[in-house]
């Protein structure tokens, strides 16, 4: 079965720390993965995508295969990036993670 | 060009009733996707489109729920006699079909039976 799982519900850190947001998947294929983020009041919107192997924002993920992970990391957190964070995989369909709210204090 | 547009923006409807939420996806965009977000909780996969046919209606709750799409651009999905636990966030996405390609999202209908 296609699965997304992020363990975690809510990450707090203080501004300045490394940030991690974690996302494992199941799947059998050749996975498509995705980072979306969704701030306060705005619409979820693409952060990044594996393929591209960009940092956007600060952010980056790595897609292992070995661990069946993409995680979103970040060396240094800003209270700008607190939002909602979704992990996506898509299949023939674009199924999410649960998401994980990143609370970032001052 | 325009986003992707649902409507309508807030729905209030009393239980049992029927309601029709409309998704006007960005032109071109073959694949379309509902989702369903119940307060405090993630994105639900209800169905998905390409082009008008819908391959995968497992995330559909229960046969009260349907979705069409025509002319593969604008989609509804039909809540029929509708109950509390229904009352979410039902948001709508589109995409081209090719690989890893971004989804656009609307801004969603927030749909509260009473």
């Known amino acids: 079965a296609q699965r997304v799982t992020q363990p975690e519900k809510l990450l707090s850190v203080f501004k300045g720390a490394p940030v991690e947001l974690k996302c494992n998947y199941s799947?059998?294929?050749?996975?498509?993965l995705f980072w979306y983020v969704q701030y306060s009041r705005q619409r979820l919107q693409l952060l990044l995508r594996?393929?591209s192997r960009e940092s956007i924002k600060g952010f980056t993920a790595d897609l292992n295969k070995g661990e069946t992970s993409f995680h979103l990391k970040k060396p240094f957190a800003q209270e700008e990036d607190s939002a909602m964070y979704y992990c996506?995989?898509?299949?023939?369909?674009?199924?999410f993670g649960t998401g994980t709210r990143l609370q970032v204090f001052p | 060009g325009a986003g992707v547009s649902q409507s309508p923006s807030n729905k209030v409807t009393e239980k049992g009733k029927d309601v029709e939420l409309r998704c006007d996806p960005i032109?071109?965009?073959?694949?379309l996707y509902w989702y369903r977000q119940r307060l405090g909780q993630g994105l639900e996969f209800l169905i998905y489109?390409?082009?008008?046919?819908?391959?995968?209606k497992s995330g559909l709750p229960s046969d009260r729920f349907s979705a069409e799409r025509t002319g593969e651009s604008v989609s509804t999905l039909t809540i029929q006699r509708t109950q509390q636990e229904d009352s979410a966030v039902y948001l709508c996405?589109?995409?081209?079909?090719?690989?890893?390609?971004?989804?656009?999202f609307g801004q969603g209908t927030r749909l509260t039976v009473v």
């Open positions: 489109f390409q082009g008008n046919s819908a391959p995968d």
């Open positions: 799947y059998s294929g050749s996975p498509e």
């Open positions: 996405a589109s995409s081209l079909a090719s690989k890893n390609t971004e989804a656009f």
């Open positions: 594996h393929i």
């Open positions: 996506a995989l898509k299949t023939d369909k674009l199924i």
């Open positions: 032109s071109g965009h073959t694949a």
